[in-house]
């Protein structure tokens, strides 16, 4: 059962910023091509992080994200996980109405998840830079709020990985989410413990996402949920921008 939260007591709209890894690290990892104009051949520059493979008819970039299983660390069920791979077809979200030229439309933010014991990359397949007005996804993200009485119903990982901190219990802090775009030839990566909404495809045509994670079956431990209702200040929205439209005219 999801837990139910406030929207925040802030102003209700985000504005949302074209993803990077830069902007992003707080929450996991932006997967792309760092040289897409670049052709690999034995005599091409190889970049750094990368490599010259397939008889240098390739680069291999190494290690573009970390991919963490963390229920070894002890879950209420101690059922073991396992990888799974999975495809989700996403169509396109029907946007609130704006009254702006430079925006879109709204789209209204009801729910967030986390995995806790796991990381959860996105892999859109078969879309273009050059398609990106046409098939585009919002990346909306929250970092967790101090535990607090309402989150003991969610069991999170008893340790770090890897030396890395973990979120561990609490809620979203809606009063530090955050909205990106991402285009169709980003993959994303949300770090194990990320609140974050489901996929959320904007645009006009569907997108096929390859979903890698791990997940041993129990629903509290792979996936758990909030409901965002309204504040005194309204519904929690992101203002997506026009692609058509120049950036920088509006702003908050």
Request: aromatic share 8%; hydrophobic share 40%; glycine share 6%.
């Amino acid at each position: 059962m999801p837990v139910e939260i406030d929207a925040p007591q802030r102003e209700p709209v985000l504005e949302a910023q074209p993803l990077s890894e830069d902007l992003f690290s707080e929450f996991g990892t932006v997967i792309e091509n760092p040289a897409p104009s670049l052709i690999p051949s034995r005599t091409c520059e190889v970049p750094p992080n990368a490599v010259q493979a397939n008889q240098g008819s390739a680069l291999k970039y190494l290690d573009v994200t970390n991919m963490k299983d963390l229920y070894a660390s002890g879950t209420p069920s101690k059922q073991a996980a396992k990888a799974v791979m999975n495809m989700f077809v996403c169509a396109p979200r029907i946007f609130l109405p704006s009254d702006t030229p430079q925006v879109e439309g709204f789209f209204a933010v009801k729910i967030l998840e986390r995995h806790p014991y796991t990381t959860q990359t996105f892999i859109p397949l078969g879309i273009s830079p050059s398609e990106a007005n046409q098939s585009r996804y919002l990346v909306i993200v929250a970092p967790s709020l101090p535990p607090s009485p309402k989150d003991e119903c969610f069991p999170v990982p008893s340790v770090t990985a890897n030396d890395d901190p973990l979120p561990g219990r609490g809620l979203p802090d809606l009063m530090k989410i955050k909205a990106f775009i991402a285009h169709g030839s980003q993959a994303v990566t949300y770090g194990a413990g990320t609140w974050h909404a489901p996929m959320v495809a904007i645009g006009k045509t569907p997108i096929a996402f390859v979903v890698v994670q791990f997940a041993n079956g129990v629903g509290v431990e792979d996936c758990q949920e909030v409901e965002i209702g309204r504040g005194r200040t309204g519904q929690l929205k992101v203002a997506v921008p026009d692609p058509n439209q120049n950036r920088g005219l509006w702003r908050l």
